[in-house]
């Protein structure tokens, strides 16, 4: 079965520093796919990124960074330079495809704190 | 181009009362998917549609719960009774069909309706 460990439930650090969400999964499927989304206190889960099973090239954008290593089943995120507006939840999760429709598993999610 | 629109956003309840939800996906999305958020848990999937059918209920407490999709558009997803352990966030999201595999589908989610039961 699917599974998503996100071991940090709370993460607080002073603006601009750098800061690392990690994620850990479980699957038995060769073909998969992970996302991570954020949480903002309004509630809606905003989607970040979605990598697939196939591509280990690390990725970044502006200043969201990722960090794929199958070989530890890790998916991490790393911030640079905090902002206040980054204090969210942050999810990380799971899909696989089962009988043609897709299975979705999320971790407990990791909250973020920037203090100004 | 409008993202997942759900209402109320805020429901205050008795416990045995009845509640409903509505979610009004991304145009054009086939597929439309109700979730569970209890604080301080990540979403637990409820329910999934394609187009109008039900293709993935397996969590669903079908006991109380029921949800419907009559035109393959909008949805309702229905509580009753509640009871207090439904108190949580509801999320409602959507993603495109592809014709590749639908593990590699982005789901899109609505801002959510929190249900407190008393």
């Known amino acids: 079965a699917q599974k998503v460990t996100q071991a940090q439930t709370e993460i607080s650090v002073v603006e601009k520093e750098d800061v690392t969400l990690d994620c850990v999964y479980e699957?038995?499927?060769?073909?998969?796919?992970l996302f991570w989304y954020k949480q903002p206190p309004s509630g809606e889960l905003v989607f970040l990124i979605r990598?697939?099973?196939?591509?280990?090239q690390n990725e970044i954008s502006g200043r969201y960074s990722w960090n794929f290593q199958k070989s530890t089943s890790s998916f991490n995120f790393t911030i640079t330079a905090s902002q206040v507006v980054d204090s969210a939840v942050y999810f990380c999760?799971?899909?696989?495809?089962?009988?043609?429709?897709?299975?979705?598993?999320f971790g407990t999610g990791t909250r973020l704190l920037v203090s100004p | 181009e409008a993202g997942v629109a759900q209402s109320p956003r805020y429901k205050i309840i008795e416990k045995r009362q009845s509640v409903a939800f509505w979610c009004n996906p991304i145009s054009g999305h086939a597929t439309l998917y109700w979730y569970q958020q209890i604080l301080g848990q990540g979403p637990k999937l409820l329910i999934q549609f394609q187009n109008n059918g039900v293709v993935d209920d397996s969590q669903l407490p079908k006991d109380r719960f029921s949800a419907e999709r009559l035109k393959g558009v909008d949805s309702t997803l229905k509580i009753q009774p509640a009871k207090l352990e439904d108190s949580a966030v509801y999320l409602c999201?959507?993603?495109?069909?592809?014709?590749?595999?639908?593990?590699?589908?982005?789901?899109?989610f609505g801002p959510g309706t929190r249900l407190l039961v008393l």
């Open positions: 999760a799971l899909s696989e495809g089962d009988g043609g429709f897709q299975k979705l598993v």
């Open positions: 999201a959507s993603s495109r069909k592809t014709s590749g595999l639908a593990s590699q589908e982005t789901q899109y």
């Open positions: 699957t038995r499927d060769t073909t998969y796919y």
């Open positions: 990598r697939n099973s196939f591509d280990e």
